[in-house]
């Protein structure tokens, strides 16, 4: 039995990586499949492939279909590579420098693999991502769209690899040579700076990425490699179309949302081109409807992300003259055109493939196009990272403490008309707002078009709590908070005991399950995930109040106490991981205290001793504060705050404020888990 077990370990994963060597080839259009192959039991024979002991002819159809596909690549690498050279002839980004120039195989290398990186990153995260969402795991599709990642992971890794070195070298401009010296140069240059570190976790994210997506062939294993892919795409946000700018927070925000929808919506086109000789035409309509949902959300992402960082990088639309500006026209226009693209998709295409199904001219021209124009995108975007924006007035003067901490002068003194006028707002959950609030309307108004009501109330308490979300980070607390403690913990205490709960009395998993629809072929929607994710065991156990309440009470002191403060308040992403971990936590709670898990919450008086104890753990952590010395001192009492509290009065405020906020746990946990038990009694 332990030699036949080990026969069968042996022959599957023979099997997995025949199948990998052969999906990578018939990227390319070589529909292979060798004798070894098909005795191990391959699900799926070749295409042009008749029947066992057929004499048909192959049919040149999916032969035609290889030769368009190769030639929707080939139109994506030319369009992309075409339109990085032009812009970087108009821009200067690959000019020579009057002092220390790098030589041409350098300044033109960058971009290069800058462009390179973009693209293969599309074949990874974006690929995987709307396969996910559009497809069965048991389609050929599928498993092509695992094969398209791997190889774009490996490329990425390379590109990245690349361009770090590129970077080294353009900054730097040492002597290239095999030495000691050189390479201590590189590897100070990619762990002690900015750029260089982001470059270093950029290769060693696709590395990984690269072992994962040649190993990994389950539904589970891809989502998280999925997720992974589009996670090694943040770092390179900091980076921005000019250096000027990287460390600007909301540029970066927006170029972070700009790099992931981008990379979704090509990655989508790519797959398109993939799977079309091994999908049925059938198949093929849903999965352009499925991906023309997907085309659109992240078309808007795009645009609304690119104005919004042109913005900050402009300072008028004078500047739209410059180099910078005519190489940013050509980039929106060009991806304004696949927008409208993507319109037709909906109009012309599906109608004519049920109609004709075995036409297919007008989807490849549609979609050679739609490649063309986003090379045409892709090569513009990594030419304005090379390319300098016009000069922005510097400030005059001594730089005071405020801005050698925070990078930003101290805000005027916190009156009571700046809670009602301060305004910074955070585009990362604007965006996640603006997207609730459409999802949730459109659920609404989806079961109201089948007869189902939906309690209005609901409804207030989403779109209230969307809205307080917004708020709190784009109003007065995000603009005081890194330099007011108090700001912070106020900031902490309204996300748990305002935002989340409002949210919760929205039910939004609920709506959601009623209004989506169930998808019946096997691939996973709005339903399917839902179901997936409050159902699955990871969710189960964390939910569970025995884990769900210990980790709220060291969340908070992490959040307020912790030799974290400084980070949590002052940097970005620790100020985007708050907002987030509080929502996500708090969630959690919800669910484990009045969710579905009857058997996993426990009796109502084991509940209610378990809230008690929160409220307990939140009340030692304000007595702490209130009793201990300044807090993260070289921060919060280093920024030259003239006005309002002194830093040691503003940390006994949020003390109390957090004493308030303990209460109102007490509170609102009790009221809900004596609701719920009321209603299952009744």
């Not at 750029?195 to 990994?216: D, E, P, Y």
């Not at 997720?227 to 600007?248: K, R």
């Not at 900031?491 to 305002?498: K, M, N, P």
């Not at 040691?648 to 009790?670: R, T």
Request: proline residues 4%; positive net charge; contains cysteine.
């Amino acid at each position: 039995m332990a030699v036949h077990s080990w026969v069968r370990c042996g022959a599957v994963q023979l099997h997995r990586r025949e199948h990998v060597f052969q999906g990578s080839a018939r990227l390319f259009g070589a529909e292979l499949m060798s004798t070894s192959g098909a005795k191990l039991g391959h699900a799926h024979p070749p295409v042009t492939a008749g029947a066992p002991g057929s004499t048909r002819r192959p049919s040149l159809q999916p032969r035609r279909w290889n030769v368009y596909r190769v030639s929707a690549l080939f139109i994506l690498i030319v369009s992309a590579v075409v339109a990085l050279v032009c812009a970087l002839a108009v821009g200067g980004g690959a000019a020579p420098l009057q002092l220390a120039d790098a030589g041409p195989l350098i300044r033109w290398g960058l971009p290069v693999s800058k462009l390179v990186v973009n693209l293969s990153a599309a074949g990874m995260g974006g690929v995987l991502f709307v396969a996910l969402f559009t497809l069965r795991v048991e389609q050929r599709g599928f498993e092509l769209a695992l094969d398209v990642a791997a190889v774009s992971a490996a490329i990425f890794t390379v590109a990245s690899a690349a361009t770090g070195f590129f970077s080294f070298m353009v900054i730097f401009n040492p002597a290239l040579d095999a030495g000691p010296e050189f390479g201590s140069q590189l590897g100070r240059y990619l762990v002690q700076t900015e750029g260089g570190r982001v470059w270093l976790m950029t290769t060693i994210a696709g590395a990984i990425l690269a072992v994962l997506t040649f190993s990994v062939r389950s539904w589970g294993g891809t989502v998280t490699v999925a997720l992974l892919a589009l996670a090694a795409l943040v770092p390179m946000g900091t980076q921005g179309h000019s250096g000027d700018e990287a460390s600007h927070q909301q540029a970066t925000t927006t170029i972070v949302i700009h790099i992931l929808a981008a990379a979704i919506w090509l990655g989508g086109l790519l797959l398109l081109a993939v799977i079309r000789s091994v999908t049925p035409e059938s198949e093929m309509a849903t999965v352009l409807v499925r991906f023309s949902t997907i085309a659109v959300i992240t078309f808007v992402l795009v645009a609304f992300s690119g104005t919004v960082r042109a913005a900050i990088g402009l300072e008028n639309l004078g500047a739209l003259a410059s180099a910078y500006g005519l190489i940013l026209i050509v980039k929106v226009v060009a991806l304004t055109a696949i927008g409208v693209l993507g319109a037709i998709y909906r109009r012309r295409l599906l109608g004519r493939m049920r109609a004709n199904p075995g036409d297919s001219k007008i989807f490849w021209l549609l979609l050679c196009a739609e490649l063309g124009l986003m090379g045409i995108a892709s090569g513009a975007a990594a030419a304005l990272a090379r390319t300098p924006p016009p000069i922005l007035p510097e400030p005059v003067g001594a730089l005071t403490p405020a801005q050698v901490l925070t990078g930003a002068p101290l805000p005027p003194e916190w009156t009571m008309s700046r809670w009602f006028t301060a305004w910074s707002p955070d585009v990362l959950w604007l965006v996640v707002a603006v997207l609730g609030l459409i999802f949730y309307v459109r659920a609404v108004l989806r079961l109201r078009a089948r007869g189902h009501l939906w309690n209005p109330w609901r409804s207030v308490a989403w779109v209230a709590g969307t809205l307080l979300l917004v708020w709190i980070t784009g109003g007065a607390l995000s603009t005081y908070r890194s330099y007011i403690y108090s700001a912070h913990v106020l900031t902490v205490v309204i996300l748990f005991v305002g935002v989340v709960p409002l949210l919760a009395a929205g039910a939004p998993m609920q709506l959601a399950r009623t209004a989506a629809q169930r998808r019946g072929d096997g691939s996973r929607g709005g339903y399917e995930w839902v179901q997936g994710l409050v159902h699955s065991r990871g969710v189960r156990f964390v939910s569970a109040p025995v884990v769900a309440v210990p980790a709220a009470a060291a969340l908070v002191w992490l959040l307020v106490s912790s030799g974290l403060l400084r980070w949590w308040a002052g940097d970005l992403l620790g100020r985007q991981m708050t907002t987030a971990l509080v929502l996500l936590v708090g969630s959690l709670l919800v669910l484990g205290f009045v969710g579905d898990y009857e058997a996993a919450r426990g009796p109502a008086a084991v509940r209610l001793l378990m809230i008690l104890g929160l409220g307990v753990a939140m009340a030692a952590v304000s007595v702490y504060i209130i009793t201990a010395g300044l807090m993260a001192a070289d921060w919060f009492g280093a920024m030259g705050r003239t006005w309002g509290r002194t830093p040691v009065e503003d940390q006994d405020l949020g003390g109390v404020i957090l004493a308030v906020g303990s209460a109102s746990v007490l509170v609102l946990g009790g009221w809900a888990v004596l609701r719920t038990q009321r209603e299952q009694t009744i």
